[in-house]
């Protein structure tokens, strides 16, 4: 497969905005792009991240193909199919993301939360994008506490020999403090992975996309 698997260093780090403005910059570079949001909680009717993924790439897949699994309660995946007595089936999703990107040029596929968050019982998403062999596209929240939220993720992916393309710094709220201007040479200097773009509060993922042009996939 080619393509990235975009993980977060926690929730709410601003993941489906990066991945739908690198979803508007691979299209823009003439790529046919595939998403994919294999588990989204919290859903009410229509899931709004896949939505938005979909929407982003131009993405002509049924919702069904790109969320295959929905769940109402806003906890982790494998806590939600408890509650709802579902069965998260890991080579379901592994047999969908391969058809999904064999579609297109290039598959965007988004996590929930973090690496070691819970997919399945017994299994968290690290194992999935092992199963997938995708490059992780690490995004964490430019303020305090993501130097150590960063390392520790790079550290997870590194001992479960998970390539990782690089990180991305996004800014969800308008409000920063004294760290967002030294976060990226840290993490580049404490992981040796490159921090691939710092992204100022945007109001919308096409203003970001520009900035994750030299995102390679």
Known sequence: MR?????????GVGKTFVACALAHALRRSGLRVAVAKPVETGVEGEPEDACRLRAAAADPAPLTD?????????????VAARREAVTIDLDRIVALLR?????ADVLLVEGAGGLLVPLADGTTFAQLAARC??????????????????ALTARVATTMELAIQGFVLSQP???????????????????????????PHCTTPEDAAPLLADVRV
Do not use: K, M, Q, W
């Open 99 to 103: 058809r999904r990107a064999a579609e």
């Open 3 to 11: 393509g990235l698997f975009v993980t977060g260093t926690d929730t």
């Open 133 to 150: 062999a995708l490059p992780l596209l690490i995004v964490g929240a430019n303020r305090l506490g993501t130097i150590n939220h960063c």
């Open 66 to 78: 790109v969320c295959p699994y929905r769940l109402r309660a806003p906890l982790a995946p494998a």
């Open 173 to 199: 709220s308008r409000e920063t403090d004294l760290s967002a201007a030294t976060n990226a040479e840290t993490i580049r200097a404490l992981t040796a992975v490159p921090v691939l773009a710092t992204l």
